[in-house]
């Protein structure tokens, strides 16, 4: 990966999660003609692969203890057969599910394709997958600083007509100011949800890969910033975009040596501390954002976003240069090209 967008590079690491994906499904017995490898992009399908993944982990490692706590004995062979079978055949039954869910995604894809050039499922508010991360994003939120958490009201909404029309602008927007980034997001994106409600402005979830969630609000012309829904809109398309090109590439190399992955460190864009590994995802996202300011429409709006983004950016890469130890030879690349862009300042 490099901060430069790039969709072959994309489309290599994009290629190599399908492997894993698909891995995962026929290690629980699942029949490989069950889907296509079109299907394996659905951020759905990446769900089922990481709960499957997960559930044969825990049956590995609790059945032998707990047959042996029963009988004081080791489990026999066939034990828990019966069991086996049956989980089996939820697991087929719930790919089987999620092929029909994906194929019905990819349909709605088709239908914006026709208006953007750009197949991306706009998901409606009902696929379970989504509405489930969205719960996963708000329990690990951080508190508001009066401690509650009462108000958080974030969920999966529909698409209304005019949030279609904004969508079909910024597309227009990104295909002249930037081709290369939309075409690297037309790699790695199937589904762009829409948020209603208060909490959360948009996130990534590496459970439903292929996924971004963006609030409804951020494609309102009424923000403090100055900027039109449109600009608005790509920011958030490239910001989120860009934690799944990092997710993709990091499945095949890493960015963080293990022993410093979880390290702590002040970032620009959380107020509570996070790992190492969201404060580079975070230098990275700034960085491509600061070359998307630069390529949009010049006027005060844009011009004191990029100013702000440059300010985040050059605070973010200074505190990871300060802990370049945990960079692997990938990672400290992506650094120096981050901070390339951060040192040349205004456009």
């Not at 994009?14 to 299907?39: K, S």
């Not at 009902?126 to 508190?143: F, I, N, T, Y």
């Not at 969920?155 to 075409?183: I, K, N, Y």
């Not at 997710?247 to 996070?274: I, K, M, N, V, W």
Request: some cysteine; glycine content about 10%.
């Amino acid at each position: 990966m490099r901060i430069e967008p790039d969709a072959g590079s994309a489309r290599s690491d994009e290629d190599r999660l399908d492997e894993l994906v698909a891995g995962c499904l026929t290690a629980a017995g699942c029949a490989a003609g069950t889907w296509t490898p079109t299907d394996l992009r659905y951020p759905g399908l990446h769900a089922t692969a990481h709960r499957t993944h997960r559930t044969q982990r825990a049956r590995r490692t609790a059945t032998p203890a707990l047959e042996q706590s029963r009988t004081g004995a080791p489990a026999a062979a066939g034990a828990g057969g019966g069991a086996a079978s049956g989980a089996l055949e939820q697991t087929e039954e719930r790919v089987r599910a999620m092929v029909l869910r994906a194929r019905r995604s990819q349909a709605r894809a088709r239908f914006v394709e026709k208006r953007t050039g750009w197949a991306v499922d706009l998901a409606p508010s009902g696929e379970d997958h989504l509405a489930q991360s969205v719960r996963r994003a708000l329990r690990q939120a951080p508190a508001p600083a009066d401690g509650s958490r009462g108000g958080r009201t974030a969920e999966v909404t529909d698409w209304s007509a005019e949030q279609h029309e904004v969508f079909e602008e910024g597309c227009r927007v990104l295909q002249a100011a930037w081709p290369q980034m939309l075409a690297e997001l037309r790699v790695t994106l199937r589904q762009v949800a829409l948020l209603g409600g208060w909490g959360i402005d948009g996130f990534t979830d590496f459970t439903v890969h292929g996924a971004v969630f963006v609030n409804s609000r951020r494609l309102g012309d009424q923000g403090t910033e100055g900027l039109a829904g449109r600009f608005r809109l790509v920011e958030a398309l490239v910001h989120e975009g860009t934690h799944n090109r990092c997710d993709s590439a990091a499945a095949s190399a890493a960015f963080l040596r293990a022993s410093g992955a979880q390290e702590l460190a002040s970032t620009p864009l959380r107020a509570d501390p996070r790992p190492l590994a969201g404060l580079f995802q975070q230098v990275a996202v700034l960085a491509r954002s600061v070359l998307l300011y630069r390529r949009l429409p010049d006027g005060p709006a844009v011009r004191d976003r990029h100013a702000v983004l440059l300010e985040q950016g050059g605070r973010g890469a200074a505190t990871l240069r300060g802990r370049a130890g945990a960079l692997t030879d990938a990672g400290r690349e992506l650094l120096d090209q981050a901070e390339a862009v951060f040192a040349t300042g205004a456009p």
